[in-house]
């Protein structure tokens, strides 16, 4: 993936003495000194990083670290003092009012919090709205929002009035809209912060739902780590203006850039952080499949267990045999194929545990791991995740 977004040296100050505060900053003085002493406040200093084209980007921070004036910079709603934001490698900065409004219409969007609906018209009068001022045909725009609706499982609703949607039908709503012109970027303002637990958790799904299929670059705002992590590719944590770190979360988890970010990481939810090949280990009884019921009996007496993981000649990973299935095989009462359980669930390594939980609930045994070729990597087993959970 390539960069769509480039950010460089970007500022954002509010206030009459900006030379001065610039010249400070600069000089790498703190953003509360330079307020003190000359009434500026710096809300971007110095920030500059990249966003991968079809990447979901979430930018992190406590109310007043400035991550929602660096998203309006990114379609120039707010002018930065000084840096320049490049999209696809065009100055955002250098555009005329015609270009720049054409740019915000056609190849970014944005969706705020409280999402802009219009409350005397509907879903679809809403959705169509972007492109009905973009001068779009009646017909064609209806059928792009009528899309849009299915999209985002709006179906039904598209003649019903605004106010009779639930909260989250009302965030689908501004998502649709956003999306009916087709845009290359996203850009979202804590869009489900507002939203009831249930609620925001089915909205960061249907997010991860659309990303897959659409593959659009999202450049997303929360105050909320767990989402972050949940969300993001990459996570950029603010603090006073300052972008303090920009990582993956497993990045981030395993390498806090400093105290700040160490508590971020802190107050996550881990089985939404962690992915399998953090808890995996190997299995204690491990035979090939040519070794036989002998072996696996062997195997579990030196082991103290009462199954053995099976698997062929280039570590594929073959099913479980247990010990009274062994002795099944020795007596002569059942074949060793025949013995093998093959209905055991399998997982890659970079598995959330998160997306673990429900299949180890079900399992009878520790859940096998395996790499894109079916072999056995290692197991998980239910101790280890709820461990990750305490």
């Known amino acids: 993936m390539d960069d769509i977004i ?6 954002k100050l509010f ?7 610039m010249s400070m900053l600069e000089k790498g003085v703190a953003r509360d000194e330079v307020f003190k002493k000359t009434g500026v406040l710096a809300a971007i200093n110095n920030v500059s990083f990249t966003v991968k084209r079809g990447s979901i980007f979430c930018l992190i921070g406590l109310s007043g670290c400035g991550k929602s004036t660096l998203l309006r910079c990114l379609n120039a709603l707010s002018r930065p003092t000084a840096g320049r934001v490049l999209f696809d490698g065009l100055d955002v900065g ?3 009012k015609n270009d720049l409004l054409t740019f915000r219409r056609e190849r970014v969007a944005m969706v705020f919090q409280g999402g802009g609906r219009m409350s005397h018209r509907s879903v679809l009068d809403n959705i169509a709205y972007g492109l009905e001022v973009r001068g ?3 017909q064609e725009r209806n059928a792009r929002a009528l899309e849009m609706i299915s999209l985002t499982g709006l179906d039904g609703w598209e003649n019903s009035p ?4 639930s909260g989250g039908m009302r965030q689908r709503v501004g998502i649709a809209r956003a999306l009916a012109n087709d845009p290359e970027v996203l850009l979202m303002d804590e869009p489900f912060s507002a939203l009831d637990p249930l609620v925001r958790k089915d909205m960061q799904f249907e997010l991860l739902s659309l990303q897959e299929r659409l593959h659009k670059t999202v450049v997303f705002i929360t105050h909320d780590i ?7 590719s990459m996570v950029g944590i603010m603090r006073e203006g300052v972008l303090v770190q920009v990582a993956t979360p497993e990045e981030m988890a395993d390498n806090p850039a400093d105290s700040y970010v160490a508590d971020f990481v802190d107050s996550a939810n881990k089985v939404q952080l962690y992915s399998v090949k953090h808890i995996m280990q190997k299995p204690g009884c491990l035979i090939h499949s040519r070794d036989g019921a002998r072996s696996a009996l062997w195997q579990m007496r030196q ?7 099976v698997v062929g000649e280039q570590m594929e990973f073959a099913g479980v045999i247990t010990l009274d299935k062994a002795m099944a095989v020795r007596a002569g009462t059942l074949a060793f194929t025949d013995a093998i359980e093959r209905d055991v669930p399998r997982v890659q390594e970079d598995t959330l545990v998160s997306e673990l939980l429900p299949v180890a609930v079900a399992a009878k045994f520790p859940v096998a791991v395996v790499d894109g070729e079916g072999r056995l990597r290692g197991i998980v087993s239910k101790a280890e995740i709820l461990a990750t959970m305490i």
């Open 136 to 138: 779009v045909a009646l």
């Open 303 to 309: 082991q103290g267990m009462s199954s053995a993981y």
């Open 94 to 96: 250098n555009l005329q």
């Open 162 to 165: 605004i106010s009779s949607l």
């Open 6 to 11: 480039r950010v460089e040296g970007l500022y």
């Open 15 to 21: 206030g009459v003495k900006q030379q001065d505060a």
């Open 226 to 232: 767990n989402e972050a992590f949940k969300l993001g």
